[in-house]
């Protein structure tokens, strides 16, 4: 079983609409949580981090932490053509334990 | 940028070559990673170095082998590389106090091995 698991997409949405991306991770112990955006041959950037349950939000972008159902989301409000990307879940468990998911291709169409 | 620098950016080497990725992070992180990402593939965690010790070799094969002289500098070094090596090297750093920590990524290296 993956540590962390994400829909490959791809996922597709207009322009404006708000597009939700998944996570469901294994390690009940996992403390922090992230997602992370990736453009075609360029390396993950941090777009949030999320460490208790509820939702935090960072200007168009939730992210939401369900730790009794082992689940991560983000919603990308307001959709723009900029935000198509690959978005990495990423999970903390142990010290100095990441795990990534394989990512959620999103295609945002004007 | 993210505090994170990885040289070269792009790298074209035989299968008989050895050359070295290098990895410097201004952050004052002290855990250091090596990862693989292979094209369409998820990122694969090669190494993790914690205050200079490795802490994590992931059954990467002896042809790569990391050195981490300190917790800011972390390199690379590839020797009789194959084919199927060729993908994006990512290093990335994190505080390494077992914390809320986050990880950075580095801008990445480029290989292709012909």
């Known amino acids: 079983q993956k540590e962390v698991e994400q829909n490959s997409g791809p996922l597709s949405v207009p322009e404006g609409a708000i597009a939700s991306l998944n996570c469901t991770y294994s390690d009940r112990v996992s403390q922090s949580f992230f997602w992370y955006r990736q453009y075609s041959g360029k390396s993950p950037e941090l777009i949030m981090s999320i460490y208790s349950n509820g939702d935090k939000e960072d200007g168009r972008f939730t992210a939401q932490l369900n730790k009794a159902s082992q689940y991560v989301s983000l919603l990308i409000r307001d959709s723009q053509p900029s935000d198509s990307a690959t978005y990495l879940c990423?999970?903390?468990?142990?010290?100095?334990?990441?795990?990534f998911g394989s990512g959620t291709k999103l295609n945002v169409k004007p | 940028e993210t505090g994170v620098t990885q040289t070269p950016r792009h790298l074209v080497m035989g299968m008989t070559n050895k050359k070295s990725l290098k990895c410097e992070q201004h952050?004052?992180?002290?855990?250091m990673y090596w990862y693989k990402q292979s094209a369409k593939k998820p990122l694969e965690l090669m190494f993790v170095y914690n205050f200079k010790e490795q802490t994590e070799n992931n059954s990467v094969p002896s042809r790569f082998s990391p050195e981490c002289p300190n917790s800011s500098h972390l390199f690379l070094h590839l020797h009789t590389l194959q084919p199927e090596d060729s993908a994006l090297y990512l290093c990335a750093s994190s505080q390494g106090d077992g914390g809320q920590e986050t990880q950075y990524f580095g801008p990445g290296t480029r290989l292709l091995v012909l």
């Open positions: 952050l004052g992180h002290n855990a």
């Open positions: 990423a999970v903390k468990s142990n010290f100095n334990k990441f795990y």
